[in-house]
């Protein structure tokens, strides 16, 4: 560090606490006197380690650690300013007609290859013109899906201001936008991406400039098996010591395509703060989203620091044995000592965002004569995602612990066959009634009291006021069901908890 930038560093530090930091003071303290331009900048070099906040006036001031609000209403849109830069990377890129042509053409063959290899569980390679085309077609859907799994910690006042984070196969930034905007302008965001691809990388470091004054961004151009934490390191800060660690890891729709994703989940964990939490979000699709329940069980309850992780971890492993892993939702745990082994699909559904203007561009430059062109095809604005936080410190979402006596416990479900009951579970989906092809008039959902070994469905065959909760009910909400009918249903080897009018269904949480 040079003489310059230590002095306006130790400056910075005697006034945090005194009155606002002002460069053109500083500059007067600083040998050889600075221009305050020169000094402003060392100070925003170094804001996020010394936990500053820059302001309008240009004075910087410290960060507070008040909890962020959740956010109110649903996702709307990817906002014009992204969508604008998106637009401009691809002017850039591929000329002002991008959308026509043979710049059409080929973004939408890449969109149509990279998402016939997806489902068909092949690796997708990334290129620049895949990189274009996931910001294309994925981008919004997974910033919108990143706010509402942040939404969980804010609702438990468990989202603060002064974040430090690490994002995962970060990829073009989907995640990474989500939490720049779900984050108050009073907020500080220290930000590490790990992220391989060089194409990615370009597309991630280039929107990231639309975030504001106070995100700080670092790409770390590598794999997560090669990511050495001492690039994130600093004076104030060192996420191998485990008083430290990142508040946040974020690892959004990338463990299905790493070879060894529960060793990197459980090297998550390694580097969280012990009051932090890893949020990893998967598509809804059912070979992912099942793969991340599956994951998620898999380290619950192991002792940080206990199982096989990456080798840039802790050199002390001892630093985390004791604090073991816990489901913090939107998968619930209601009966004590007691875990799930069902299949575990589970996804949640939000309203669809506007269409972005680039994918209108795309959609509507399409070559309709071509036979492979099908109406919508270079749209996506469904939200559908599944999701999984785990944290140290035991928190859950939904704090409740069932006795038995009172209620009936999914694991026990055979001897309650065909006798009305009453239970307590969350509603773990939107309605299934044409999903996987039931067919079914009665909306369906699936519910969970995290004891089933098998899964476990409310049909509702009569709506009523005294039922309709179990509509009206959010994604992982808990309902009470007074009197509903328990029984098998052998075409899906599940069972189904017939909601009728001789049913009452209360929310809870």
């Not at 006197?33 to 309008?56: C, N, S």
């Not at 006596?405 to 009453?422: F, L, Q, T, Y």
Request: charge should be negative; hydrophobic fraction near 40%; include cysteine.
């Amino acid at each position: 560090m040079s003489e310059r930038r230590e002095a306006v560093r130790s400056n910075a530090k005697y006034l945090r606490n005194v009155r606002p930091i002002d460069p053109e003071e500083i500059c007067e303290y600083v040998e050889d006197t600075p221009h305050p331009a020169v000094v402003r900048q060392d100070l925003r070099e170094q804001a996020a380690d010394l936990e500053l906040l820059e302001r309008e006036d240009g004075t910087f001031v410290p960060a507070g650690d008040e909890p962020i609000s959740p956010r109110r209403g649903p996702v709307e849109r990817f906002p014009p300013a992204y969508e604008k830069r998106v637009e401009s990377l691809l002017a850039d890129r591929y000329g002002p007609n991008w959308a026509e042509g043979a710049a059409g053409d080929l973004l939408r063959s890449t969109i149509r290859r990279f998402k016939a290899q997806y489902l068909e569980g092949a690796p997708v390679e990334y290129d620049e013109d895949v990189a274009a085309g996931y910001a294309i077609y994925h981008l919004p859907g997974y910033y919108a899906a990143a706010q509402y799994a942040l939404d969980s910690l804010a609702t438990r006042g468990l989202l603060e201001r002064n974040l430090r984070v690490l994002d995962i196969g970060a990829g073009v930034g989907g995640p990474a936008l989500g939490l720049a905007e779900y984050l108050p302008d009073d907020s500080l965001l220290e930000y590490h991406a790990v992220e391989p691809s060089a194409a990615a990388a370009d597309v991630l470091e280039e929107l990231l400039e639309e975030t504001g004054r106070n995100v700080h961004t670092t790409v770390h151009r590598t794999t997560v098996e090669t990511f050495d934490p001492a690039a994130a390191s600093s004076e104030a800060f060192d996420p191998t010591r485990a008083d430290d660690g990142f508040d946040l890891v974020v690892i959004g729709n990338v463990l299905s395509e790493l070879e060894e994703p529960e060793i990197v989940l459980r090297s998550a964990m390694e580097v969280l703060a012990p009051d932090g939490a890893v949020v990893a979000i998967a598509p809804a699709d059912k070979q992912t989203s099942i793969q991340l329940r599956r994951l998620e069980r898999r380290v619950e309850d192991d002792a940080v620091g206990a199982g096989e992780t990456l080798e840039w971890l802790r050199a002390d492993p001892s630093n985390g044995d004791g604090e073991s892993i816990t489901v913090f939702g939107p998968a619930v745990r209601l009966w004590p000592g007691e875990r799930p082994s069902d299949r575990g699909w589970s996804f949640d559904v939000r309203p669809d965002l506007a269409v972005p203007t680039f994918q209108r561009r795309l959609e509507d430059a399409a070559n309709e004569t071509d036979e492979a062109y099908a109406p919508g095809e270079f749209v996506n604005v469904d939200v559908q995602f599944s999701a999984s936080i785990l944290r140290r410190d035991g928190k859950r979402e939904i704090d409740l612990s069932l006795e038995s006596g009172s209620w009936a416990k999914m694991a026990e479900m055979d001897r309650h066959v065909p006798n009305r009951i009453d239970l307590v579970a969350a509603k773990l989906s939107h309605s299934l009634s044409d999903d996987e092809g039931r067919g079914s008039a009665n909306p369906v959902f699936k519910i969970s009291d995290g004891s089933e070994d098998v899964e476990h469905y409310a049909v509702l065959t009569n709506e009523t006021a005294m039922n309709r909760a179990l509509i009206e009910a959010d994604y992982g909400e808990i309902c009470s069901f007074d009197g509903t009918l328990a029984l098998w249903n052998d075409d899906e080897g599940a069972y189904n908890l017939v909601v009728d009018e001789e049913t009452v269904v209360d929310r809870l949480v």
